[in-house]
Every structure is written in structure tokens, then in C-alpha cells.
């Protein structure tokens, strides 16, 4: 009976090792490639649905679930956003941090998707505000303890309190006092005013509704919380999902 030489069956044993090895780094390559070009492409997608929606650039990341998985399944944990100059209405300048959870996307977020519930809070600083008011407003300046912003209008001649509140499950702004020199003014005259800041403080995106506001020394903060919303289909433009 013939027998193979121990030097055969270790040649033998070491390729095989050898052609395990190969596999295993091509299956770990094509892994990383599949998910780097999951992550690439369909973070994107996502992305630029929720910048549209923002109305400005944004930051996202999605979490630990690797995006090759969600590629297959379409279901992404969590999505978080981070702003430093989102716009709702006329607004300029606030900073937004946001996560939304249970989110399902069609056709790798082409196709849009579902929003599970969503949370956000919103600051708006007083130099955005005064920004955003521009014309008659010269400058804003807001008091924690009174809950109060105050607004030089007509060069500091005129001063406008006002105090930001929820109604109606949304944000109002109500003139407290609006004087000249020290005289009350009727508080239609600033209406304008008035109407413009409230929008902006309105009109948020995925039925996010206010649950808190405050007024801080710096300007105003808003707590915002969402149900089920709609996650909109792709603009058409099929280089970005693709």
C-alpha cells in the first residue's frame, strides 16, 4: 500500500489554507464594496429628499444597521439630521437637530417612503430673527425670565414686545406692547411685523407639530414631535438614486 509523504499532505493543507484566505478577503471586499456603495447611494437619495423638504443643506447619518441591509429591506431605524441654517417660511438661520425613526423607503428611497415618528429641536437666535424681520427691525433682544422678545423698530425709536406661544397645535406670536418714544402705538401698525415672524415659526415639514417653546436670552427654542408622515418620492432626477 502506497502512502502520500508527509511533505505532500503539508503542501496540500497549505494551499488549501491558502485558497480559504483568498475567498474569505474576496468575500470581505465584495462585502465592503456592496456597502460602500449601498451607503453612497442610498444615503444620497435620502439625503436630498429631506434637503428639499428642509430647504437647506444638511448633515445625515443613519445609525449602526448597515445600509447593504437596507438596501434589501428598505428599512432604515434611524435618520438623523443636523442643520446650522434651515429656512421654514421666511426664516433665516435656525439650527435644527432631528431624528426621525422607523423609516421605510420604496425602490432604495427612489420610489419615497414612510416616516414612523419623528422629533426635532429647532433654535432660532436673535440675530437670525433680526435678519429675517430686516426692514423696520433694527434689533432683537429676548429675556428668559420674562418669556419676552423685544424689537427695535424705526432705528430704536420704537420698541415691540412680543411672546411666542402654542394654539391651536401651533406657534403664535402675540404683541404685548408696542410703544414710540415711551407712547403706546396701535399694535396694527406692526402687524406686519408681527405676521412674518409668526410664519416663520410655522410650516414645518413631516406634520411635525410644536410641543414646546421657549424664549432663552439668546432668542427661541422649539421642541418639535411628529407621527406618521410621508416620505415624498424622488425629484427625477435619476443620478442621485442611482
Given at each position: 500500500?502506497?502512502?502520500?509523504?508527509?511533505?505532500?499532505?503539508?503542501?496540500?493543507?497549505?494551499?488549501?489554507?491558502?485558497?480559504?484566505?483568498?475567498?474569505?478577503v474576496?468575500?470581505?471586499t465584495?462585502?465592503?464594496?456592496?456597502?460602500?456603495y449601498?451607503?453612497?447611494?442610498?444615503?444620497?437619495?435620502?439625503?436630498?429628499?429631506?434637503?428639499?423638504?428642509?430647504?437647506?443643506?444638511?448633515?445625515?447619518?443613519?445609525?449602526?444597521?448597515?445600509?447593504?441591509?437596507?438596501?434589501?429591506?428598505?428599512?432604515?431605524?434611524?435618520?438623523?439630521?443636523?442643520?446650522?441654517?434651515?429656512?421654514?417660511?421666511?426664516?433665516?438661520?435656525?439650527?435644527?437637530?432631528?431624528?426621525?425613526?422607523?423609516?421605510?423607503?420604496?425602490?432604495?428611497?427612489?420610489?419615497?417612503?414612510?416616516?414612523?415618528?419623528?422629533?426635532?429641536?429647532?433654535?432660532?437666535?436673535?440675530?437670525?430673527?433680526?435678519?429675517?424681520?430686516?426692514?423696520?427691525?433694527?434689533?432683537?433682544?429676548?429675556?428668559?425670565?420674562?418669556?419676552?422678545?423685544?424689537?427695535?423698530?424705526?432705528?430704536?425709536?420704537?420698541?415691540?414686545?412680543?411672546?411666542?406661544?402654542?394654539?391651536?397645535?401651533?406657534?403664535?406670536?402675540?404683541?404685548?406692547?408696542?410703544?414710540?418714544?415711551?407712547?403706546?402705538?396701535?399694535?396694527?401698525?406692526?402687524?406686519?411685523?408681527?405676521?412674518?415672524?409668526?410664519?416663520?415659526?410655522?410650516?414645518?415639514?413631516?406634520?411635525?407639530?410644536?410641543?414646546?417653546?421657549?424664549?432663552?436670552d439668546d432668542?427661541?427654542?422649539?421642541?418639535?414631535?411628529?407621527?406618521?408622515?410621508?416620505?415624498?418620492?424622488?425629484?427625477?432626477?435619476?443620478?442621485?438614486?442611482?
Amino acid at each position: 500500500m502506497s502512502t502520500t509523504p508527509p511533505a505532500t499532505k503539508s503542501a496540500t493543507r497549505r494551499n488549501l489554507l491558502i485558497a480559504l484566505a483568498v475567498v474569505a478577503v474576496l468575500l470581505v471586499t465584495a462585502v465592503v464594496g456592496g456597502e460602500a456603495y449601498a451607503r453612497h447611494t442610498v444615503s444620497r437619495c435620502i439625503s436630498t429628499q429631506f434637503e428639499k423638504e428642509m430647504g437647506s443643506k444638511i448633515d445625515v447619518s443613519f445609525g449602526a444597521k448597515p445600509m447593504l441591509i437596507t438596501w434589501i429591506d428598505g428599512k432604515v431605524p434611524t435618520v438623523k439630521v443636523d442643520s446650522d441654517d434651515t429656512k421654514f417660511g421666511p426664516a433665516a438661520g435656525m439650527v435644527v437637530h432631528a431624528e426621525f425613526h422607523d423609516v421605510e423607503v420604496t425602490d432604495r428611497g427612489r420610489g419615497g417612503g414612510v416616516i414612523g415618528s419623528s422629533s426635532a429641536d429647532v433654535t432660532w437666535n436673535n440675530d437670525g430673527i433680526r435678519q429675517t424681520l430686516g426692514g423696520l427691525v433694527s434689533g432683537v433682544r429676548s429675556s428668559a425670565s420674562s418669556g419676552m422678545l423685544t424689537l427695535d423698530v424705526l432705528g430704536g425709536l420704537a420698541q415691540l414686545q412680543v411672546k411666542p406661544v402654542i394654539k391651536g397645535g401651533v406657534v403664535e406670536v402675540e404683541t404685548q406692547s408696542a410703544q414710540l418714544l415711551g407712547v403706546g402705538l396701535p399694535t396694527d401698525l406692526v402687524q406686519g411685523i408681527v405676521e412674518v415672524f409668526t410664519k416663520s415659526l410655522q410650516g414645518y415639514p413631516y406634520n411635525m407639530r410644536p410641543s414646546e417653546v421657549k424664549v432663552t436670552d439668546d432668542g427661541i427654542s422649539v421642541r418639535l414631535t411628529g407621527d406618521r408622515a410621508e416620505l415624498p418620492p424622488a425629484d427625477g432626477n435619476a443620478n442621485t438614486c442611482s
